[in-house]
T-cell receptor
Framework: NAGVTQTPKFRILKIGQSMTLQCTQDMNHNYMYWYRQDPGMGLKLIYY???????DKGEVPNGYNVSRSTTEDFPLRLELAAPSQTSVYFCASSYTDQPQHFGDGTRLSIL | DQQVKQNSPSLSVQEGRISILNCDYTNSMFDYFLWYKKYPAEGPTFLIS?????DKNEDGRFTVFLNKSAKHLSLHIVPSQPGDSAVYFC????????????FGGGTRLMVKP
């Protein structure tokens, strides 16, 4: 039972590079979310989706883009990596009004 | 402006004793609260929740208490076990805000054998 799977687990980027963080879930959840966690801080919502084809901004969306073409997948795109985007990124999914299930995170360093 | 605060970054408890983790919130629109547990290199896992219509919810060794007038909730773990050592996050959901959560900064619990 895979749950929420995130790839890659670790990545180092140079300033200005772009990359996509992958997230897939096999629980048929309609909601999916992207969070970032900075050291010593709580999780902050970047983007979320309430279903395929629908996405919306969270608390800290600047510098990121998302798409949701299927129920299972919710990739997060960084177009021009900046040092401030060094963080641990968590993807989560849920049914409406149910607790969110999280992946194990992607640790991203931008140098 | 932190709407959910966990003022204790860390807590150390002896095995078998009670662990009490605290959380304060400021947004009166929050009506559902959750606790998540996180081990290193893993994602947070849901532990227990409470609706604002209740003041207590219990699940085995874990009990969450909600004091709406004080805008305060707490998680009690009794008895504490070494495997409970982790970071605990408090989270809150506002009514009419979908399933979006606002997280506190976390408390690192260390249970000593």
């Amino acid at each position: 039972n895979a749950g929420v799977t995130q790839t890659p687990k670790f990545r180092i980027l140079k300033i200005g590079q772009s990359m996509t963080l992958q997230c897939t879930q096999d629980m048929n959840h309609n909601y999916m979310y992207w969070y970032r966690q900075d050291p010593g801080m709580g999780l902050k919502l970047i983007y979320y989706s309430v279903g395929a084809g629908i996405t919306d901004k969270g608390e800290v969306p600047n510098g990121y883009n998302v798409s949701r073409s299927t129920t299972e997948d919710f990739p997060l795109r960084l177009e021009l990596a900046a040092p401030s985007q060094t963080s641990v990124y968590f993807c989560a999914s849920s049914y409406t009004d149910q607790p969110q299930h999280f992946g194990d995170g992607t640790r991203l360093s931008i140098l | 402006d932190q709407q959910v605060k966990q003022n204790s970054p860390s807590l150390s408890v002896q095995e078998g004793r009670i662990s009490i983790l605290n959380c304060d919130y400021t947004n009166s629109m929050f009506d559902y609260f959750l606790w998540y547990k996180k081990y290193p290199a893993e994602g947070p896992t849901f532990l227990i929740s409470i609706s604002s219509i209740k003041d207590k919810n219990e699940d085995g060794r874990f009990t969450v208490f909600l004091n709406k007038s004080a805008k305060h909730l707490s998680l009690h773990i009794v008895p504490s076990q070494p495997g409970d050592s982790a970071v605990y996050f408090c989270a809150a959901r506002a009514r009419n805000a979908g399933n979006m959560l606002t997280f506190g900064g976390g408390t690192r619990l260390m249970v000593k054998p």
